[in-house]
């Protein structure tokens, strides 16, 4: 029987190791953290197991509703009618339906028909190769005019990507604008959905899966090496030990690559190399009370460096108090990823406190604060030609992470699929 190694316990190494031993392999996943899930991780805020980062489900996310349901969760889905807000000029406005949008202050009418236009027509394309080669920001610009872009876009993209903000792709904004326009009951109501009990319901369902079938996970295991013999996979190596392989697929953050692929060409490591990715941090805070009743809030108003906020106790029920992540995007070079958590939380509840004056520092129960190095690839045009193929010029190689399923953003329900459908590929080039 063919030994499959699986690099990395997050969504889609895990999805990958379940369909590897679906299909008869051994299978040993080797994870560097001391906890399975990844970017989908789970930790304990008093007594309420909640991600690290923000989860939501949308609609479209059939490959998570697929897995729920062989795995015998479907009927963790939950189903909330959820609203947006926008704040900007010192208001906090409803966001996200025509209503909305027609109230917007500083925007011409002839714009906001634009952009209302936009929106839909976003909601309702299927095909992207048109927009491959465009920046949000042209493209935005074009069809929405400049006010739009100036009020709506700039400072999302401004305070997420920072100095790659001009220069991110067209198709990749698309399909985030089409997943969340998709995720509609009608016009007027948005609606998103969460697992029961969190990502880790269905991080444990695999789990459970994986070792009823055999599978073996070992934690606290960072990859140090793939290695490799006349071209193709033999085995992975960590500080502890070697795990014989025919087949490797790794997950792991695509810049991390080339130092654990030491064999791979040149020109391949290069092309690893430039794919760039940012890092993100959540303040996540627990309130004795809500902000406000949106899910999300998008913010452009001077001062406030965060694209939003998120109080997620509005779309999962966690109790009775509120849970509010603060996230900060940006380069890991960027000075403010250094900062401290206490001066990220202070700034972070200064922010809450613009959006909602009554907030007072006693209201505060508790605050974490969670850390991605790798937390988002910097998708710019042109990207899905800079996108090496799964399949590595290493026989039994295939490597890839969440900038694989481009233009879709990093999801959990692309995950999934990614990793059976690396997993269905190891038969092609093991015989
Ligand atoms: C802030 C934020 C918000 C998000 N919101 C949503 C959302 O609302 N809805 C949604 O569907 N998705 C969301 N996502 C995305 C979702 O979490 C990811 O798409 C998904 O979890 C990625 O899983 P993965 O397995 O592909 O990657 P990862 O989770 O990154 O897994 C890679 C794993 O490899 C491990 N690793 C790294 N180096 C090594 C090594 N040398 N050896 C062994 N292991 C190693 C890492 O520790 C990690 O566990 C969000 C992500 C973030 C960061």
Redesign the pocket.
């Known amino acids: 029987m063919s030994n499959v190694v699986v690099?990395?316990?997050?969504?889609?190494?895990?999805a990958s190791a379940y369909q590897a031993l679906l299909e008869g392999y051994e299978v040993d996943i080797?994870?560097?953290?001391a906890e399975?899930?990844?970017?989908?991780?789970h930790f304990d805020f008093g007594g309420i197991s909640i991600?690290r980062?923000?989860?939501?489900?949308?609609r479209t996310?059939r490959p998570?509703f697929q897995l729920m349901s062989d795995l015998g969760i479907a009927d963790k889905l939950r189903w909330v009618p959820t609203t947006m807000g926008f704040f900007t000029q010192g208001e906090l406005r409803h966001w996200g339906d025509p209503i909305s949008l027609l109230s917007l202050p500083g925007v011409s009418l002839i714009s906001k028909l634009r952009y209302g236009f936009f929106i839909l027509a976003c909601t309702c394309r299927d095909h992207w190769h048109a927009l491959e080669n465009q920046s949000a920001r042209e493209w935005i610009t074009r069809y929405c005019g400049k006010d739009i872009y100036d009020q709506f876009w700039h400072p999302l993209l401004d305070f997420k990507y920072y100095e790659y903000a001009n220069n991110i792709s067209a198709a990749w904004i698309w399909t985030r604008i089409r997943r969340i326009g998709r995720s509609r009951k009608n016009i007027l109501q948005e609606e998103l959905g969460y697992i029961d009990g969190g990502?880790k319901t269905l991080v444990d369902a695999l789990l459970h899966a994986i070792d009823q079938r055999g599978g073996r996970l070992h934690l606290d295991?960072?990859?140090?090496r793939v290695v490799t013999e006349n071209g193709r996979v033999t085995g992975v190596a960590?500080a502890a030990r070697h795990f014989p392989a025919n087949a490797v697929i790794s997950?792991?953050?695509i810049p991390?690559v080339p130092g654990?692929v030491p064999d791979l060409p040149p020109e391949w490591k290069a092309r690893y190399q430039a794919i760039h990715s940012i890092g993100?941090i959540?303040v996540i805070l627990k309130l004795k009370r809500s902000i406000s009743p949106h899910f999300w809030i998008n913010i452009s108003e001077d001062g406030m460096e965060i694209p939003g906020i998120i109080e997620f106790s509005n779309l999962r029920n966690v109790g009775d108090n509120a849970i509010v992540?603060v996230?900060y995007?940006m380069p890991v070079t960027n000075a403010k990823f250094s900062w401290p958590d206490e001066r990220l939380r202070e700034e972070a509840f200064s922010c809450l406190q613009r959006i909602n004056p009554t907030l007072k520092q006693d209201d505060i129960l508790d605050v974490k604060v969670a850390r991605?190095r790798?937390?988002?690839p910097v998708c710019e045009p042109g990207f899905a030609a800079k996108i090496p193929p799964i399949q590595t010029t290493i026989r039994g190689l295939q490597i890839a992470?969440?900038c694989y399923y481009y233009p879709e953003?990093?999801?959990?329900?692309?995950?999934v699929r990614?990793?059976r459908n690396m997993a269905l590929s190891v038969r092609n080039f093991n015989a």
Do not use: K, N, W
Not at 7 to 14: F, N, S, T, Y
Not at 36 to 41: D, K, L, S, T, V
Not at 53 to 58: K, L, N, R, W
């Open positions: 690099i990395g316990a997050g969504v889609m190494g895990l080797l994870e560097a953290s399975p899930g990844g970017m989908a991780g991600e980062f923000y989860h939501f489900v949308c996310d998570t990502s295991a960072p990859v140090r960590t997950t792991v953050p991390l654990m993100v959540c992540y996230p995007y991605l790798h937390g988002q992470d969440t953003d990093r999801g959990i329900a692309e995950s990614m990793g």
